[in-house]
């Protein structure tokens, strides 16, 4: 019989109620109580928690950096192979590449591979794990130029369902090498370690422009004819704001320009032209600053108060957020539809308190657009923007509320906005294969038949064995 090995804990361990709490609030943490988590130190861990979990009879689910906007990284009497302390970081400055162990936390990897003049497109949410980001895609403001996270992955170390470690790449298990780029975490096996492609950085410019809620219009319209269709070097999202009266929301263009020379920065107000010309804005603050800032000023930390460094899963909130993919600019119709969707959010009980609840359209085009729809396992290389629908609340009492709402102006929007981002999971879509996957999914289904034929990685919405019937 296989022992399980690392950093055991099970509900008598001291500090289980901290393990055991993803970042999603919105879960009935009563009933959903793992047998144990191991959290594990190195790949032999992973090997023997899932020989374990396999010899035992245990449901197992892996988890990285705890996003899983489901919490599909946790399951009811189950083993968690948490691989969060595998946090090593190597890098090969000369050559361009890097190892990055399955469970860095973005801010982390934005920091460390920074203070080497160098980074990869990643995540803004400061303990987003690398294992979850990369598998479902990933993107960060700089993929525009350097690509989906996905695209910069070279390689991947993993233990697969009998618990042996494997490699996958271009040349060794190439089908496995391409399911995991952007087929979702969860499904194949649990990975240890990624092989990537690491790229140059130094300072860039950060803008944050606003809008009146008004203008919300004219400022949209020409986002959407500008974000996509901008230099690879600038990376954009927009956000919708909703406000506690419904007229008062405001409308936020978030940008980084990564430029090649230091000369291509001088040009930055002049490519921010067209969205100034929109509407007058209501405040712009254009900054140059190293890119390891900016990363934290994206991931909404305070880079003189890094007691997240202590504290990572201290983050935890109430929500609920999905997605869906634009593959044309929206017509003047929905852009109405939005801004009038918007306007019905519920009010809450402690309005004040809250993230404001928003739609935030994430451009598309650049780099990621360059890469064939099936030549990796994302799908969305043509959309002109990921929209990203999030509703927050704080008490419990309005969550079913916001969630209905919520998912109200997704449904209301899929005439102009469908599928949806693997990473963004959200059990409410009905089709969720082909909104994930799309054209994808036959050979995703192939690979789970070949490498985990009897399906024992698995949680509500992983990739099946068989296609499922046509609808
Ligand atoms: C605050 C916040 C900010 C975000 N920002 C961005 C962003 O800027 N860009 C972006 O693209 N996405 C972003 N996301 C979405 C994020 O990419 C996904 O939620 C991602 O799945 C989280 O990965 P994780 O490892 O943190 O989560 P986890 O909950 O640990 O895991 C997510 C999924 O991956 C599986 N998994 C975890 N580790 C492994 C492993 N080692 N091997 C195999 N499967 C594994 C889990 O079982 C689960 O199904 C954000 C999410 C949040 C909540």
Request: aromatic share 10%.
């Amino acid at each position: 019989m296989s022992e399980l090995t690392g950093r055991i804990l099970d509900p008598t361990s001291p500090g289980w109620e901290a393990a055991r709490h993803n970042f999603k609030a919105a879960v009935d943490y009563s009933t959903l109580v793992p047998k144990k988590i191991v959290f594990c130190q190195d790949a032999q861990d992973v090997c023997n928690a899932v020989r374990w979990a396999r010899e035992n009879k245990v449901p197992l689910r892996a988890r990285s950096g705890r996003h899983s906007y489901e919490a599909y990284s946790l399951v009811a009497d189950g083993l968690i192979v948490d691989v969060s302390e595998l946090d090593m970081i190597r890098i090969d400055a000369a050559k361009g590449t890097g190892r990055i162990g399955a469970g860095v936390y973005t801010l982390d990897l934005h920091e460390q591979l920074y203070d080497v003049g160098l980074t990869i497109p990643a995540a803004s949410g400061a303990s987003v794990g690398f294992a979850g980001l990369a598998l479902g895609g990933g993107f960060g403001v700089t993929s525009r130029k350097y690509g989906l996270t996905c695209d910069n992955v070279i390689g991947v170390e993993l233990v697969n369902a009998q618990g042996e470690l494997i490699y996958a790449n271009a040349e060794q298990n190439a089908d496995l090498y391409w399911a995991h780029r952007g087929g979702g975490g969860g499904n194949f096996g649990i990975v240890t370690a990624f092989d990537v492609t690491v790229h140059p950085i130094g300072f860039v410019a950060v803008c944050i422009i606003t809008w009146r809620w008004q203008d919300f219009i004219p400022v949209v319209t020409a986002f959407q004819n500008w974000g996509p269709t901008a230099p690879d070097t600038l990376s954009t999202f927009m956000r919708l704001a909703v406000g506690d009266t419904h007229q008062d929301g405001v409308i936020t263009l978030f940008g980084q320009l990564t430029p090649n020379s230091p000369s291509e920065l001088a040009g930055f107000t002049a490519l921010l032209a067209p969205m100034l010309a929109a509407a007058a804005p209501t405040g712009v603050n254009v900054q140059l600053m190293p890119y390891s800032a900016a990363a934290a000023v994206f991931a909404g930390v305070d880079p003189t108060k890094p007691e997240w460094l202590v504290h990572p899963h201290n983050d935890t909130q109430l929500f609920k957020s999905t997605s869906a993919v634009a593959y044309k600019p929206f017509p003047p119709e929905a852009i109405a539809l939005l801004k009038a969707q918007m306007e019905t959010a519920p009010l809450q009980t402690f309005w004040d308190t809250n993230e404001p609840s928003m739609v935030q359209l994430l451009a598309g085009g650049g780099a990621p657009s360059r890469v064939p729809v099936d030549g990796t396992a994302v799908m969305h290389r043509n959309a002109v923007f990921v929209v990203q629908y999030d509703a927050y609340w704080t008490d419990p009492a309005d969550g079913d509320a916001a969630i209905a709402w919520i998912e109200g102006v997704r449904t209301s929007m899929l005439p102009y906005a469908n599928h949806a981002y693997v990473n963004y999971v959200d059990h409410y879509i009905e089709d969720y294969l082909d909104a994930y996957y799309g054209p994808n999914l036959p050979k995703l289904v192939e690979v789970k038949r070949t490498y985990d034929p009897e399906n024992f990685f698995n949680f509500p919405q992983s990739i099946p064995t068989a296609l499922p019937p046509k609808r």
